[in-house]
């Protein structure tokens, strides 16, 4: 393979295509490697090729995590390999979509985002951002600046995709820069952002969503997962649903606020006020918790009536032991006149769950 494409590389590429192949065995239809780091076998699996359109790294460091036998030797090595990483990525001028997981990766610092965000903001080409850093525990909000700032250098991106769960020394700072570096005009189509068990993230972090989101005027999907905040109250959440009422473009919206301190009816109600502006909607999902009602039902039904073209619906109520049959009626009362509507899925869990999927209304 290396002599099919040499004449298409510069010296630095063939470099790196040189060390990559020399650590190369077949496994299926993705290629392996590994990388020896203090006597401990690594192995990386992706799919790599110097003109390949898709990049993909996969990597769970939970299990290296008692090879070490102090935080600072953890880190320094996690980092580095994070430098092999970004080497690797270096030459992919072509690739347009990028998926980098980290999962567990608790002795990873902000050196490695830094290094990390170097080296993203080279591809040129790259439109699609996928980062999986869930239980990254060190990961601060001076790292993930230099993340959102490679993305702002980026002319071609349209879509990320980023989990932050349980980065717990993440702050509102995050959010804000997450959401500046969308602001290139005409670009962005997709954003999906999970911040379960982020308790740094507070009111004033949505604050900066209700800013930001008005300037997406193209954006087409749109999930925010806002589990198990525990600063988060209705007077935070209702900023970023009172922003989405300028996006017309706007075609999935996914929104979870599970297990949040005080999300109550009056949250549905200025959901069910911002509803009739997103014209273009076809699937909504929506994820409460706690201290909903049938009254808070009612409220989403009357906002919904003005979603002419919906055609999937998916509402989950967890510990919700206060919505009853009649909260659940004034609810599919509600969408019955919305020719367009194809599927309803309710879950009520913990409790009872009512799950009923209907081809027609």
Not at 5 to 27: A, G
Not at 28 to 41: A, F, G, Q, T, V
């Amino acid at each position: 393979m290396l002599s099919e494409i040499s004449s298409n590389l510069t010296k630095e590429e063939q470099k790196h295509e040189s060390l990559i192949q020399s650590n190369r065995t077949s496994v299926n239809r993705s290629d392996k490697y590994k990388i020896i780091l203090n006597n401990h076998i690594f192995d990386l699996q992706f799919i790599k090729r110097i003109d390949a359109p898709v990049f993909m790294f996969q990597a769970d460091w939970s299990r290296f995590a008692r090879n070490f036998t102090s935080d600072s030797n953890r880190n320094q090595t996690s980092d580095q390999t994070l430098q092999t990483l970004a080497d690797i990525i270096k030459p992919l001028k072509k690739v347009r979509k990028i998926d980098i997981q980290l999962k567990h990766c608790g002795m990873l610092t902000d050196k490695a985002l830094k290094i990390l965000g170097r080296s993203l903001a080279r591809l040129s080409s790259l439109q699609s951002v996928k980062l999986d850093f869930y239980y990254c525990v060190n990961f601060t909000d001076e790292g993930l600046k230099s993340i959102t700032q490679a993305f702002q250098r980026l002319p071609l991106l349209q879509s990320i995709d980023m989990n932050l769960e349980f980065c717990n020394r993440l702050t509102d700072e995050s959010l804000k820069n997450i959401f500046q570096a969308l602001h290139k005009p005409n670009s962005f189509r997709s954003v999906s952002l999970r911040f379960m068990g982020c308790n740094g993230i507070t009111n004033q972090g949505f604050y900066y969503l209700k800013e930001s989101l008005p300037r997406l005027r193209f954006m087409q999907s749109i999930n925010l997962n806002f589990a198990d905040l525990v600063k988060i109250t209705d007077e935070g959440a209702k900023n970023p649903i009172e922003g989405l009422q300028t996006l017309s473009s706007l075609q999935s919206l996914k929104l979870g606020f599970f297990d949040c301190n005080i999300i109550t009816d009056n949250l549905l109600l200025t959901f069910s006020q911002n509803l009739r502006n997103l014209i273009s909607l076809q699937s909504l999902s929506l994820v409460f918790t706690k201290d909903i009602t049938n009254q808070g039902l009612k409220y989403l039904a009357q906002g919904l009536k003005e979603l002419f073209s919906l055609k999937s619906l998916k509402l989950t109520f967890v510990s919700c032991n206060k919505i009853t049959d009649k909260g659940l009626n004034n609810l599919i009362e509600g969408v019955q006149n919305l020719g367009s509507l194809q599927s309803i899925d309710l879950n009520l869990s913990m409790f009872f769950i009512f799950s009923h999927i209907i081809a027609h209304l």
